[in-house]
């Protein structure tokens, strides 16, 4: 188990331009899950994966942004034209088939749009 | 929408103090509600949890009782320590296959 492990650690852009960072789960987990957290608050639901489908978006997912997990391993979240308010942590998380309801999550993304 | 109400921070304790923090949901049916953590520098973990009413999940000296009649899951420790300071966040689950909703979290320093 070397946990959920997410790509970059740190990413800075200019306004305008796209952005995709990368998540790997826990290698035996099916459910994957996206969420963002701006400074003193809590983390708000993006998106869900069970396997390579989406199942759940949330209404703050706008068009600009997109999440793939093709082959139900690793998943990839895009922003497209990015704006200052894209500025956050994008955390990724994990479960296991199992039914187990603990998520386990990555250190994070921290997003910087300039 | 389903949701989660916690009591704002930040918290200031003195070491061994008595530690609450509240926290009430809004949910339909009955939901699983949890207490994560975020150390300084750290990613979010697990705490605790519970799964139905009455229950009450335990550790690291930290409790909680699920309440279905308050929609409370409040946060208790008898004596804090220096080493719990962090960022507590109340969150629910309609089912171990749905999304998790999280409060906007509590800060709470500790003081030697």
């Known amino acids: 188990d070397t946990g959920v492990s997410q790509d970059p650690r740190h990413k800075i852009t200019k306004r305008g331009q796209n952005v995709t960072f990368r998540c790997d789960p826990i290698?035996?987990?099916?459910?994957l899950y996206w969420y963002r957290q701006t400074l003193g608050q809590g983390p708000e639901f993006l998106t869900y994966f069970q396997n390579e489908a989406q199942l759940e978006k949330s209404r703050l997912l706008s068009d600009r942004f997109s999440a793939e997990r093709p082959k139900g391993s690793f998943s990839t979240l895009e922003i497209q034209r990015t704006e200052q308010g894209d500025s956050a942590m994008y955390l990724c998380a994990s479960r296991s088939r199992q039914g187990e309801e603990k998520l386990f999550f990555g250190s994070g993304t921290q997003l910087s749009v300039l | 929408g389903d949701s989660v109400t916690q009591m704002e921070g930040p918290v200031t304790l003195s070491e061994e103090a008595f530690l609450t923090i509240n926290c009430t949901y809004t949910a339909t049916g009955y939901p699983s509600l949890f207490w994560y953590v975020q150390y300084p520098g750290e990613g979010l973990q697990l705490l605790l949890k519970a799964t139905k009413a009455d229950d009450k999940g335990s550790n690291k000296g930290f409790e909680a009782t699920y309440r279905k009649e308050t929609t409370s899951f409040h946060l208790e420790k008898g004596s804090v320590q220096v080493s719990d300071s962090a960022v507590y966040f109340c969150?629910?689950?309609?089912?171990?296959?749905?999304?998790?909703?999280f409060g906007p979290g509590t800060s709470l320093s500790v003081i030697p």
């Open positions: 290698s035996e987990h099916n459910r």
């Open positions: 969150a629910l689950s309609k089912t171990s296959y749905d999304k998790v909703i």
